[in-house]
């Protein structure tokens, strides 16, 4: 891996692990630390997390042009401002989402970002620069004042996996005491389960790795299944619940799990979407046209839609699992990633 593992003394230039599409390589880099533009807070990240999305990057699913800073998972201190930066200051601890290049203000903008109608929407960490490096620039109006209760060096994964979570338990509708099945239990589905308990639901944790499951059960996780090695698991869940779960959130990218779900959930529940396969998702038509479930999906979302996110997981005590490492080992964390048995979240602290 190439570059130096400090930043240069002449304060002009930055560490930033990026990918290159032309050798499909993550390296280090020294790069020169970027200007803010009017809207731009330039900030000193803290610490940035690894999102399964992000392999979607090294994996050329989502394909790069040039070499471009991976992450859209971070948080950190105000550094400096642009011209139109509004209710943040120098040394100001905040997180911040990862859409640029959008107006906030259209139609397509209240829905989602990426639907903006009036600029050109890009991801950090994929269209543009994003997250892993020690400065990056993002828009003051994805930024929120970090509040005193998350820790900067370890809150990263809350400003993507968190408010995914947040929103993707709200969003089943669900009643205190009803019923969750959380399929896909790592980093993004063990803080559901957290929010899912702050919310008064119970919950089901599924998954293919004990150690996970072990995890599930230490984020609140009610009941755990094995969905590889319990060959009874859901006529296990159907008795437990009564006839299936209230709703199921499925946080895994993989097909099988969303094949998996209409056998678990209850007449008229909710099957949300938040894991994103490659290949297009198969519903019966019959089943739907049945009412025996409804299908949503949400997703971060803009971020007029993040304070009550980040309040509840400040209020509650909401904490992801995360293990440290220096950005030179970025590969490392590439690695484990791929492998999936990673149990929690992994995060570059600088």
Not at 8 to 16: L, S, Y
Not at 36 to 44: F, H, N, R, T
Not at 331 to 344: A, C, L, Q, R
Request: proline share 4%; glycine share 10%.
């Amino acid at each position: 891996m190439s570059g130096s593992s400090e930043s240069k003394a002449d304060g002009k230039t930055m560490r930033a692990a990026q990918y290159h599409p032309e050798t499909k390589e993550v390296k280090v880099n020294q790069v020169p630390i970027p200007e803010p533009a009017e809207d731009d807070i330039l900030v000193k990240i803290g610490s940035a997390s690894l999102c399964h999305s992000d392999m979607m990057l090294v994996d050329g699913a989502i394909p790069a042009e040039k070499p471009v800073t991976m992450g859209h998972e971070a948080c950190g201190y105000v550094q400096s401002t642009g011209a139109n930066v509004k209710g943040f200051k120098a040394g100001d601890a905040i997180g911040f989402l990862y859409v640029k290049g959008c107006c906030f203000e259209c139609k397509g903008c209240q829905i989602h970002n990426l639907n903006c109608e009036n600029g050109k929407a890009v991801l950090s960490g994929f269209g543009t620069d994003g997250f892993f490096a020690e400065y990056a620039l993002v828009d003051y109006r994805n930024a929120i004042i970090l509040p005193e209760q998350l820790n900067v060096k370890t809150a990263a994964p809350i400003f993507c996996a968190g408010v995914t979570a947040y929103h993707a338990v709200n969003e089943c509708d669900l009643k205190s005491g009803q019923w969750l099945a959380v399929v896909g239990c790592g980093g993004l589905g063990q803080l559901a389960i957290q929010y899912a308990k702050a919310f008064g639901f119970r919950v089901i944790g599924l998954d293919i790795n004990d150690a996970i499951l072990s995890a599930a059960k230490d984020a609140g996780a009610d009941l755990t299944f094995n969905t590889m090695t319990d060959k009874e698991y859901v006529e296990k869940l159907q008795k437990a619940t009564k006839g299936g779960a209230d709703a199921v959130a499925v946080f895994s990218a993989a097909i099988q799990a969303y094949e998996g779900a209409p056998k678990i959930v209850g007449m008229g529940g909710v099957i949300m979407v938040i894991g994103l396969p490659t290949k297009p998702l198969q519903f019966n038509s019959f089943e739907l046209m049945r009412g025996l479930y409804r299908i949503k999906s949400t997703a971060t979302g803009p971020p007029y839609k993040m304070p009550p996110a980040i309040e509840f997981t400040a209020k509650h005590n909401i904490q992801s699992q995360v293990s440290t490492y220096e950005l030179e080992q970025i590969n490392e964390m590439i690695e484990k990633m791929k492998s999936g048995k990673v149990t929690g979240r992994m995060a570059v602290v600088f």
